[in-house]
């Protein structure tokens, strides 16, 4: 039978490829971004009462109620934008299921969808499923600052779509607020969507702000917003997660949403919903992720790695340029088996595979863990 692939030049997830790695080789896995430790008890046993309290049926499709409602006043409280529950929210099965469903409502065959490299990695081959063409266009490698000349210049007529990912998985850079009255003055006039990946909206480091899109009215009317709880939770493996965004383009999203997923697991969303109301729950993220970025920063002093510490997200890039001119892969392969610490290489979320050399280590892990993992590192 011959097939035609629509994704042709797939490479294998590196998050698959050093995750397995780091199991084979027994080596501590600070590749693929996930926490090593349990989430909060209380979450835990809130999801088992709604199993065991019959939740167990679908969902609406937008999701229930109640969570929408606790997610519509979580944003109106931290962005001061409202979106109605009914109309402007709709649960999804992670972000990546979220992200996915706002290219395939919007992007046609031939439309450009502007990414910044380095980019996370769903991106373009949803993008390309729908026959969209990612415009690719590079972050400064020295600290992943926008050039927002260059991003002007990758504007065209055939946009259809900007994607942007704050606090930023790799770098860990945030956007400001400078960024995002640029980005809007920018698209202003124009027909194009924005996407926005905000997933560890609740990471942000040093006394600094998450800019979402939802506090610049003229990005917001444009911008579906993308959140995962698997990162605020700890719950990866849940993937659980949110879409927000205008009634107009909310109810496109819903269209693709019904026929790819038609509703989000219900019994986590009933846990969700009762979690969600408690404030403290999310809000104090950012300094318990400060504290683990400062510790494992702590553990690399004296060591041959350069960095510029994270702002946000979970993972902090290490450049080992001072230490060999391998390529970053290979050294990313070599670390994890003879050394035994696994990282993520650049090179792979970079336009054209550019290798800088730097390698992106996550931090979620227990202080045991980070303290191993520092302590050989120093010695490299
Ligand atoms: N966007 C970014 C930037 C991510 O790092 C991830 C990984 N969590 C996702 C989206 C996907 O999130 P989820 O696991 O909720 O699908
Ligand atoms: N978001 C996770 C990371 O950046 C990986 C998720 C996945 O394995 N696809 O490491």
Same mark, same amino acid.
């Given at each position: 039978m011959a097939?035609?692939? $629509?994704?042709?030049?797939?490479?294998?997830?590196?998050?698959? +490829?050093? @995750? *397995?790695?780091?199991? !084979?080789?027994?080596?501590?896995?600070?590749?693929?971004?996930f926490p090593n430790f349990d989430p909060d008890p209380q979450l835990l046993q809130l999801a088992a009462n709604a199993m065991q309290d019959g939740y167990n049926q679908y969902a609406p499709l937008g999701g229930i109620y109640p969570l929408r409602e606790v997610i519509s006043s979580k944003i109106e409280s931290l962005y001061g934008k409202y979106y109605h529950p009914e109309h402007e929210i709709t649960v999804t099965v992670g972000a990546t299921q979220a992200l996915f469903t706002a290219i395939a409502a919007f992007v046609w065959p031939g439309d450009e969808v502007i990414v910044l490299k380095p980019a996370y990695d769903c991106y373009e081959p949803s993008i390309i499923a729908q026959g969209g063409i990612p415009v690719l266009v590079?972050? !400064?490698?020295?600290?992943? =600052? *926008?050039?927002?000349?260059?991003?002007?210049?990758?504007? @065209?007529? $055939?946009?259809?779509?900007v994607i942007i990912n704050t606090p930023h998985n790799p770098s860990g850079r945030i956007f400001s607020k400078e960024?995002?009255?640029?980005?809007?003055?920018?698209?202003?006039? +124009?027909?194009?969507?924005?996407? @926005?990946?905000?997933?560890? !909206?609740?990471? *942000?480091?040093?006394?600094?702000?998450?800019? =979402?899109? =939802? $506090?610049? !009215?003229?990005?917001?009317?444009? @911008?579906?917003?993308?959140?995962?709880?698997? $990162?605020?939770?700890?719950?990866?493996?849940?993937?659980?997660?949110y879409c927000?965004?205008?009634?107009?383009?909310?109810?496109?999203?819903?269209?693709?949403?019904?026929?790819?997923?038609?509703?989000?697991?219900?019994?986590?969303?009933?846990a969700l919903a009762q979690?969600?109301?408690?404030?403290?729950?999310?809000?104090?993220?950012g300094e318990f992720f400060e504290n683990k970025r400062d510790q494992f920063l702590e553990g690399l002093q004296g060591s041959k790695f350069r960095y510029i510490p994270s702002q946000g997200t979970y993972f902090q890039l290490l450049d080992y340029s001072d230490i060999t001119v391998e390529k970053d892969i290979d050294f990313a392969i070599r670390l994890t088996v003879e050394k035994g610490v696994a990282s993520i290489p650049i090179s792979v979320f970079n336009k054209d595979q550019t290798d800088h050399k730097m390698l992106r280590f996550c931090f979620a892990k227990k202080e045991d863990t980070l303290n191993k993992a520092t302590e050989i590192l120093r010695t490299i």
């Open positions: 097939l035609r692939t $629509k994704l042709p030049d797939l490479p294998p997830s590196i998050f698959t +490829t050093m @995750s *397995v790695l780091a199991k !084979e080789q027994g080596a501590i896995n600070l590749s693929q971004g590079p972050l !400064e490698p020295k600290d992943h =600052s *926008v050039d927002w000349e260059l991003f002007s210049n990758a504007i @065209s007529n $055939k946009t259809r779509m960024d995002m009255l640029q980005l809007q003055e920018l698209l202003a006039g +124009t027909d194009i969507i924005l996407l @926005s990946d905000e997933v560890y !909206e609740h990471i *942000v480091f040093d006394n600094q702000v998450h800019e =979402s899109v =939802s $506090k610049f !009215e003229g990005l917001a009317s444009r @911008s579906l917003v993308c959140a995962s709880f698997g $990162k605020t939770f700890h719950v990866t493996g849940w993937k659980m997660g927000a965004a205008p009634k107009e383009l909310m109810k496109e999203f819903q269209k693709i949403h019904e026929f790819n997923v038609f509703c989000a697991n219900h019994p986590l969303q009933r979690y969600l109301k408690a404030p403290e729950n999310y809000t104090g993220l």
